[in-house]
């Protein structure tokens, strides 16, 4: 692994549409794959090339990050190479400079200033992810069990967070207020007195169901967990492996074991698949004696069906394009309909 501690230099003037560019190309990297495969999110691009993955942060700021310095973006990229170095280990392998060369050139892993940082990953199989076994109906229950003792396993050794009871009510009450905000604009089109609806629901079960809340703190279930368990993140197989976790805000990854498992039986639900959901927690509670209330993982199924209703409303920013506009409204929308299903059953 290239050394990070090379001196380094303020960023050059290069765009991010510059190195779009070169990492977009073939013969930009040392394996010089047949074709690039370029993936964009909110905060990062990703490029698949025949056996590896490259993710670039973009440089951007929010009020939940910074990348808007080189620093900044090589310090989350050590981050992320340690979180999920805990449940994929052999599939985060290196940070990686790219640097311009004295020509002008810029060049992945080479010599000269230092412009940007990647994290390398080995590629996994697509047909192993869940999201993917889902779709072709190719999951089976041994599957599932497996990696929901995988997850078991984890969150068992996961050292248990200090955390005042109220202020775990607190975080999760200023979550539920950053969805209703994060999915008011106009512009998002999503329904306001659904919104509304909601967000007065939740805010009711957080008020009514206080004491459920709270035991999970007193019982010491809350820990760093993955932050981001979703299908598309999980990878079948005799070693399950779970990528992609949330690296740029450790207050986020601070959870209960129930609020992650929720998070990701709720997924599944939307893409068809509500036994896998029943499979995990019964495997969770077997291996853990962790037996959640029913009440309190309806709540987090409804609470993270919002928050995953506002992520996809402000994928409207990244992708001007009217039949993707479309295609985001509608994810969004169906995210709402789900909380909604779900808050209405407290």
């Not at 050794?157 to 202020?167: G, M, S, Y």
Request: with cysteine.
């Amino acid at each position: 692994m290239e050394s990070l501690e090379r001196p380094q230099r303020p960023e050059r003037a290069i765009t991010l549409r510059e190195k779009v560019s070169h990492l977009s190309r073939p013969e930009s990297y040392p394996e010089k794959p047949v074709a690039v495969e370029v993936v964009q999110t909110h905060m990062s691009c990703v490029f698949l090339t025949g056996h590896h993955a490259w993710k670039l942060k973009k440089p951007v700021r929010h009020d939940f990050l910074d990348f808007s310095t080189l620093e900044a973006r090589r310090a989350d990229c050590e981050e992320e190479l340690r979180l999920n170095r805990r449940l994929a280990r052999d599939v985060y392998l290196e940070v990686v400079p790219l640097a311009v060369t004295p020509e002008g050139a810029l060049r992945l892993g080479g010599d000269g200033l230092i412009v940007d940082w990647l994290v390398k990953m080995r590629r996994l199989p697509a047909q192993l992810m869940l999201d993917h076994a889902i779709r072709n109906g190719s999951v089976a229950r041994p599957d599932v069990r497996r990696f929901a003792l995988a997850l078991a396993d984890f969150y068992r050794r996961a050292e248990p967070i200090a955390l005042d009871a109220a202020q775990h009510r607190q975080r999760l009450e200023r979550g539920i207020r950053a969805n209703q905000d994060g999915l008011s604009p106009p512009e998002y089109s999503m329904p306001a007195d659904l919104v509304q609806s909601i967000t007065s629901r939740q805010l009711d079960a957080l008020a009514r169901d206080a004491s459920l809340f709270d035991a999970r703190v007193t019982q010491r279930r809350i820990v760093e967990g993955h932050g981001d368990l979703r299908p598309e993140h999980v990878c079948l197989g005799p070693e399950p492996l779970f990528i992609d976790c949330l690296e740029f805000n450790r207050d986020w990854r601070l959870l209960d074991p129930a609020d992650e498992l929720a998070y990701l039986a709720m997924e599944c639900e939307l893409a068809g698949a509500p036994w896998i959901g029943e499979v995990v927690f019964d495997t969770y509670r077997e291996s853990t004696g962790d037996d959640a209330p029913a009440a309190l993982v309806r709540f987090y199924k409804a609470y993270r069906a919002a928050v995953r209703a506002k992520l996809s409303a402000w994928h409207l920013k990244d992708h001007p394009d009217p039949a993707e506009q479309r295609k985001w409204v509608a994810r969004a929308r169906r995210y709402l309909e789900l909380s909604d299903r779900y808050s209405a059953v407290y």
